[in-house]
C-alpha cells in the first residue's frame, strides 16, 4: 500500500499552517476545511485501515515531534487532533503514541504554556481525557512500521511452509493425493 500521496498531503496541510504563521486551532481547522482535507478519507483503501490510520498518525507525529519550529510542532498535534476526530471508522482508531513521543508531547505542551498559547494544554488535556492515545514503549516511525509488517509476514510465511513441509512429508495423506494407493493400502489397510 503506497501512501506517498497521503503524507505529501500532510506534509502540504502542515506547510500551510507553518506559512500563515498560526499558532490556533481555528487557524487549523480553517485550513483544515479550506483545503478539504476530510477527504483524505475517501482514498482509503478497503483493507488494512489500522495500518493505514497508524500511517497518518506516525507521519503526522513526525511533524509534531520535530525541532524545526514551535508553529510545525502545533501543527502537527493540531492535525493529529484533526485526523482522529474526522475519522469515519467506528470505533475510532487510537493514536500510537510511544513514551518518547510522550515526553516530545510534554515538552510542547509546556513551551506553549510559556508562549501564552492556551489551547494546547486544554486540546492535549481533552486527549488523555477521551483515550485517544494508546501508549506503547517501542517507537514506531513510518518506516519501521512497513518494515515490521514485512518482516512479520515473512515470518509467518516461512511458519506456514515449515508447517506444510511437516504435514505433507511422507505421510498417509501425501500418498493417498499422489495416488500411490498400493504402498498406503499395504502400509495402513492389512
Partial sequence: ????????????????????????????????????????????????????MQSLYAHTISHMVNVDSLTCRLGGLYCLYCLYETQPFKPPFKIYLSLREMEKLKTLVAEAKEMGIKVVPALVKRMMETNMFLFGFVDLNEGSVSETINSLTKLQDARIQVAYEKLFTDTAIEQYISMDLVSYTTRYIK
Avoid: G
Fill in 1 to 52: 500500500m503506497d501512501l506517498c500521496l497521503f503524507k505529501q498531503d500532510i506534509d502540504d496541510l502542515i506547510h500551510e499552517f507553518v506559512e500563515s504563521e498560526s499558532s490556533t486551532l481555528n487557524d487549523m481547522k480553517r485550513i483544515w476545511l479550506s483545503m478539504k482535507f476530510s477527504y483524505i478519507y475517501e482514498a482509503s483503501p478497503s483493507t488494512n485501515l489500522a495500518f493505514f
